[in-house]
């Protein structure tokens, strides 16, 4: 009888299509007609019947015991409860030994305990207070007119272009915004643009850590040279932030602003791309949006929950309980699938259709409890500027060839998406 198989990947972006080995037989197995499933294949995330399939296996278990072949056992979450329940709980449900797939059983993280995303409260809250001032909605407010004229005018320039690559439109917004946030000298923009689009955008996985290896010498530099002259930046505020008197490490501040770097340039890009792919297939929500009949917030939300760009994310329990029916011992690993706790009827309603006017939303595409993201006011406002501009620019976006998918388990989305814009 075919079991759920979760397959790990190791790295962010590859691919081991291997089964799970567990005995079928038992309660803790889930089965589904047809085939082996697995979790952490990228191309299962594009396949149409993939809503089908993990819909199934919600239905028999919001909890299914698995394996992986790096990773070791893992514990699968499908249902928004229980990844709710997780993701709330930091004290039982730890950070620290990895937020993500892929490092293999028994590795720790090299920043765990030093970095925002593998560390938990109080620490956590330490290291996320000097960032917490750029990225509040209030923040964000001061910048929202910067953010809407970068996007228009990115997509004056697309337009008048006509064939595009709208990933290549998209992501340019977020990376432009992620370097006045760092107050990238001027001089300095070209490289850092270009250093960041092979690591976000390189082909291969050796491409993309060939790029953070060029990043992350940048920033230590930047770090050194703002903690003896600090100005009114991100940048300054982490290498001069004091916890308990002491200033963090150099090495601490520049492995937090890589994490804030990479979480706040993928997450948009990608849910932008996907958005405007999905805007694209379904010309009457497009309509809906241009004659103004959706209010643009709902629609980052519900667009936001539709896409759930990243599919899962890692804890440790850090001691014996329960979870769905199933008994979770201290130094389980536990996988929550956004996505589908995303697409769970008992969370929403209808969870199968797009309705941009869906209210509430509380979906779990950027986090919840203390990790929820803390870019998210700073995401959600780059997402509305560009589909405002899209919508604004463009009477029609036409594709002129087929989508490609990335390779990636952690930020899910569109590598290549070629149109042509027809302007308003």
């Excluded at 030093?114 to 960032?131: Q, V």
Aim: aromatic residues 4%.
């Amino acid at each position: 009888m075919p079991t759920i198989a979760t397959a790990d990947t190791t790295t962010a972006d590859t691919t081991t299509a291997d089964t799970a080995t567990a005995d079928t037989a038992t309660a803790d197995t889930a089965t589904v007609a047809g085939g082996t499933v697995d979790l952490t294949d990228p191309d299962l995330w594009a396949r149409p019947d993939t809503p089908a399939l993990i819909a199934e296996l919600r239905r028999e278990a919001p909890v299914h015991r698995t394996e992986t072949v790096d990773d070791g056992p893992v514990w699968s979450v499908l249902t928004y409860r229980e990844s709710a329940d997780v993701l709330r709980n930091a004290a039982v449900f730890s950070s620290e030994s990895g937020s993500l797939l892929g490092a293999g059983e028994g590795n720790v993280p090299v920043g765990s305990g030093r970095m925002m995303a593998l560390t938990d409260p109080p620490r956590h809250r330490e290291l996320r207070a000097p960032a917490n001032p750029f990225f509040s909605k209030g923040g964000v407010r001061g910048a929202a007119r910067s953010i809407t004229e970068r996007a228009g005018e990115l997509f004056d320039r697309a337009v008048e272009q006509g064939d595009v690559d709208l990933v290549d439109v998209v992501s340019a917004l977020p990376l432009a915004v992620m370097c006045d946030l760092l107050d990238v000298p001027e001089q300095d923009r070209d490289m850092v643009v270009r250093v960041c689009d092979v690591a976000f955008l390189g082909r291969t996985p050796e491409e993309r850590r060939a790029g953070h290896q060029k990043l992350i010498p940048y920033l230590m530099h930047q770090v050194m040279l703002r903690r003896s002259d600090p100005r009114d930046d991100l940048i300054s505020m982490m290498a001069t932030y004091k916890v308990g008197g002491r200033l963090l490490p150099i090495e601490d501040v520049v492995l937090n602003l890589d994490n804030i770097v990479v979480g706040g340039v993928q997450t948009v890009r990608h849910t932008a791309a996907m958005g405007l792919h999905t805007l694209v297939r379904r010309p009457d929500l497009w309509r809906s949006l241009q004659r103004g009949e959706v209010s643009m917030d709902s629609a980052v939300d519900e667009l936001l929950r539709w896409t759930s760009v990243g599919l899962h994310t890692l804890r440790t329990a850090t001691r014996d309980t329960e979870l769905g029916g199933r008994r979770i011992r201290r130094g389980d690993r536990v996988a929550v699938w956004v996505w589908s706790a995303d697409r769970d009827p008992e969370a929403f309603d209808r969870p199968e259709e797009i309705r941009l006017d869906r209210s509430p939303n509380k979906h779990l595409a950027l986090g919840l409890g203390a990790h929820y993201c803390i870019g998210a006011p700073l995401a959600k406002a780059e997402l509305s500027a560009l589909y405002t501009a899209a919508l604004e620019k463009a009477a029609v976006i036409e594709p002129t060839g087929p989508v490609t998918y990335n390779r990636s388990i952690i930020n899910f989305g569109l590598d290549h998406f070629p149109v042509r814009l027809t302007p308003r």
